[in-house]
């Protein structure tokens, strides 16, 4: 369990002596400024508990802990001050969410019980967020793994959506990206609700009538709906209403709500859903961004610029056995029988469902011996596996 304490204070000597009283009891870290504190954050966290004082020159306590809460929200924070004033608590309450509020000078036993119940919290906080982001997860999952048997040409593109929305999450600080995730693998749910004809006509990228594209554009309302029902989904269910909401209110559903009032994930979902439908249709990474960064309105400029970012990310293709592929490859080229039926399309990413039918279906039918596949560079290979561990 993550015992690990900040103290941030102006004060050296009331360090040394809560580093001295404490340290059986707590991994202690101090830092004297909240300047400070944050680059400990930054380069030593995470921290089950913070605790700082409130009068501090440059930064005070309350503006620490509201960029504590903004980057690192699962720490539980604690304020300390001399100060007893109402205006004091409200700021701490206000801007940093603060757990406990605590008057100076504090008895070291009392402290302690503060620091105690604030690590409690902390696990509490992250306990639920492992069992809604891996268990809940890996339910929905299971539901779009099975979905994407039934209508793989919908439920194809989840894995690829999802991936690049994981990547965008962990590139924005100080953001828990697995209601996005989730949202990444339900997004079509609601296709289901449309009929046949007029998903082969948008998968050819023909063009629909008004009536054809309204109905089409319910699709969302319709997951929506659906993910509602399943408890603590209600964000996610939201993220999956506004998928279709552009940066500038236009689009569908058709209301007030535009920029920074659309979920954030909404945000990236637009965007990413965009941006496979041009890789989809043959258009090149750097290119589909191109196209997409051309269109005045439509995305959030932050998110728009981190896709920017991750498309320049360096790749090498591998020419493999069809025996050799694994869970999570993405293929670079058709998976096709011998007779040249495609059983996998070029942009799709395996699953170990997939891995496991594919060989079933080698059983009785001959397949190419060789796939494409497209992988991280071995440096990037490299930071990416540094970063997991």
Known sequence: ??????FVDDDPNLLSGIRRHLRKHFEIQTATSGAEGLLILEDCGPFAVIVSDMQMPEMNGAQFLSEVRRKH???????????????TAIDAVNCGEVFRFANKPCPIEKLRE??????????????????????????????TEILSLSNPKAFGRTARVRALAKKICDRLSGFDGWEVELAAMLFPVGYLSVPESILDRINKGEVLSASEQEQFDRHATVGSNLINRIPRLQSVARIVAYQG?????????????????IPIGARILKLLIDFDALLQSGVEENRAAAILSGRSGHYDPEILEELNAIVGVDFVIREI???????GMLLESNLCT??????????????????ERLHDFM???????????RELSPMEAVVTSSETR
Request: proline residues 2%.
């Open 245 to 261: 909401k552009a940066f500038d209110g236009s689009g569908y559903p058709k209301d007030e709500v535009s920029e920074a009032a």
């Open 321 to 327: 056995p069809v025996t050799d592929l694994e869970d």
């Open 73 to 87: 929200r699962d720490s539980t924070r604690i304020m300390l001050t001399g100060d007893a004033g109402q205006k």
């Open 363 to 373: 059983r009785t039918r001959a397949v190419r011996k060789t796939v494409q596949v």
């Open 1 to 6: 369990m993550n015992k690990r304490v900040l």
């Open 338 to 355: 011998m007779e040249g039926e495609v059983l996998l399309a070029k942009g799709r990413y395996v699953s170990a469902v997939i891995v």
């Open 114 to 143: 503060l620091v105690e119940s604030g690590i409690e919290q902390y696990r509490l906080v992250t306990a639920e967020k492992t069992i809604l982001s891996k268990t809940l997860g890996g339910s929905v999952g299971v539901l």
